[in-house]
């Protein structure tokens, strides 16, 4: 049974940074493509970055283009995303996301931009 499991979340100022990181365990990382989706509080669940499995191909909402990158390192099994001049609108539980021969989330992240 896979699993995922998110660090690095907490309060920032706006304009600020953070990196969030996710750990895979369970099944065959370097199999899946990963995803950071995020859910604001009475919003949908949107997806953020995507990068493929082998790490050479990555997309991004449009909304955080220039300001986020995600990254991943198969041999640690973990996947990053560094966030930079992070706006209030960027508060949101951001969940790791595992999609492959099954799909897989992890618990979730709380990210809160406020002064």
């Known amino acids: 049974q896979g699993q995922l499991v998110e660090s690095g979340g907490g309060l920032v100022q706006p304009g600020g940074s953070l990196r969030l990181s996710c750990a895979g365990s369970g099944f065959t990382f370097s199999n899946y493509a990963m995803s950071w989706y995020r859910q604001a509080q009475g919003k949908e669940r949107e997806l953020v970055a995507m990068v493929s499995s082998t790490g050479g191909r990555r997309n991004y909402a449009d909304s955080v283009k220039g300001r986020f990158t995600i990254s991943r390192d198969n041999a640690k099994n973990t996947v990053h995303l560094q966030m930079n001049s992070l706006k209030p609108e960027d508060t949101a539980v951001y969940y790791c996301?595992?999609?492959?021969?099954?799909?897989?989330w992890g618990q979730g992240t709380q990210v809160t931009v406020s002064s």
């Open positions: 996301n595992a999609k492959g021969l099954y799909v897989y």
